[in-house]
T-cell receptor
Framework: TQLLEQSPQFLSIQEGENLTVYCNSSSVFSSLQWYRQEPGEGPVLLVTVVTGGEVKKLKRLTFQFGDARKDSSLHITAAQPGDTGLYLCAGETSGTYKYIFGTGTRLKVLA | GAVVSQHPSRVICKSGTSVKIECRSLDFQATTMFWYRQFPKKSLMLMATSNEGSKATYEQGVEKDKFLINHASLTLSTLTVTSAHPEDSSFYIC?????????????????FGPGTRLTVL
């Protein structure tokens, strides 16, 4: 069974602080996605990374895929209250088109 | 962007009844649809993979006779929770995978629906 462990599970920070969320697995993934989910809504795709070592930026968010394609990180610079939500990573097993979701990181940014 | 809808958004039913949830891709053809279940404050758990015109593939531990999936067209998949019980209460989310757009700018990715909150009394 593939597992994607995210850390930390919970994070409460002040507006303006930086943070990093980690997504780790012992399995290799052909691609990895990051999502943000608001309460009572479906997840919204933030980014897809497919190449080992790849770095993608989305405004204040920086995503990195590990060289071995087993792990990923999400870094948020100068967090804002609007960043509050559940962040989920999801890894795709090669050839299956199935995404297995990580355990989730619940972020709260205080004004 | 691509849109996936789910209907209903919320449903409350009595124990023993069956509930059908629809998942539609509104502006693209979904070659594959996925059904997930999410418990409060938890992550998404993949229940089954649905391909148009063929039987769904269920993940280990998911009862196929309990959760009936039908993928009759490239834009519609349905999940029926049969003889629902309180422990089936959950947030059910579908996703649809397909090619959105045309030509060089087209992308092959999956889009999630807004979810359906099922409460079984």
């Amino acid at each position: 069974t593939q597992l994607l462990e995210q850390s930390p599970q919970f994070l409460s920070i002040q507006e303006g602080e930086n943070l990093t969320v980690y997504c780790n697995s012992s399995s290799v993934f052909s691609s990895l996605q990051w999502y943000r989910q608001e309460p009572g809504e479906g997840p919204v795709l933030l980014v897809t990374v497919v190449t080992g070592g790849e770095v993608k930026k989305l405004k204040r968010l920086t995503f990195q895929f590990g060289d071995a394609r087993k792990d990923s990180s999400l870094h948020i610079t100068a967090a804002q209250p609007g960043d509050t939500g559940l962040y989920l990573c999801a890894g795709e097993t090669s050839g299956t088109y199935k995404y297995i979701f990580g355990t989730g990181t619940r972020l709260k940014v205080l004004a | 962007g691509a849109v996936v809808s789910q209907h209903p958004s919320r449903v409350i039913c009595k124990s023993g009844t069956s509930v059908k949830i629809e998942c539609r891709s509104l502006d693209f053809q979904a070659t594959t649809m996925f059904w997930y279940r999410q418990f409060p404050k938890k992550s998404l758990m993949l229940m089954a993979t649905s391909n148009e015109g063929s039987k769904a593939t269920y993940e280990q531990g998911v009862e196929k006779d309990k959760f009936l999936i039908n993928h009759a067209s490239l834009t519609l998949s349905t999940l029926t929770v049969t003889s629902a019980h309180p422990e089936d209460s959950s947030f059910y989310i579908c996703s649809a995978r397909g090619i959105v757009g045309r030509g060089p700018s087209s992308t092959d990715t999956q889009y999630f629906g807004p979810g359906t909150r099922l409460t079984v009394l």
